[in-house]
């Protein structure tokens, strides 16, 4: 049974900077590929950023530039570190894992997630 657990959420101004953190616990083989997403109230959850087992990464738009995502595969563990935050990425923020996707920014791809940690950004 995949577990990924979240961490790393809170509350921030505007300019600030957070780390989320996703561990990911009882998988066989590891993941192809993992991501973040985020759902803010009355909005559709969204692709922020994910990595593959190469390294390779992607990133949303709106995120490009001010978001990193990396792993560190000996501790199992999924970052995004978040600079430059804005009021607009206050959300619910969720990580994901599948063994094989075709298109990161597609939830349906995903088979696992955790819980979700909240962000909140004031202005």
């Known amino acids: 049974q995949v577990q990924l657990v979240e961490s790393g959420g809170g509350s921030v101004q505007t300019g600030g900077s957070l780390r989320l953190s996703c561990a990911v616990s009882?998988?066989?083989?590891?993941?192809?590929?993992m991501a973040w997403f985020r759902q803010a109230p009355g909005k559709e959850r969204e692709g922020v950023a994910a990595?593959?087992?190469?390294?390779?990464?992607y990133y949303a738009g709106s995120v490009k530039g001010r978001f990193t995502i990396s792993q560190d595969n000996a501790k199992n563990t999924m970052y995004l570190q978040m600079n430059s935050l804005r009021p607009e990425d206050t959300a619910m923020y969720y990580c994901?894992?599948?063994?094989?996707?075709?298109?990161?920014?597609?939830?349906?791809?995903?088979?696992?997630w955790g819980q979700g940690t909240q962000v909140t950004v004031s202005s």
């Open positions: 994901a894992a599948n063994s094989y996707v075709v298109r990161w920014d597609y939830a349906n791809a995903y088979n696992y």
């Open positions: 009882g998988y066989t083989y590891r993941p192809y590929s």
């Open positions: 990595i593959n087992a190469g390294g390779g990464t």
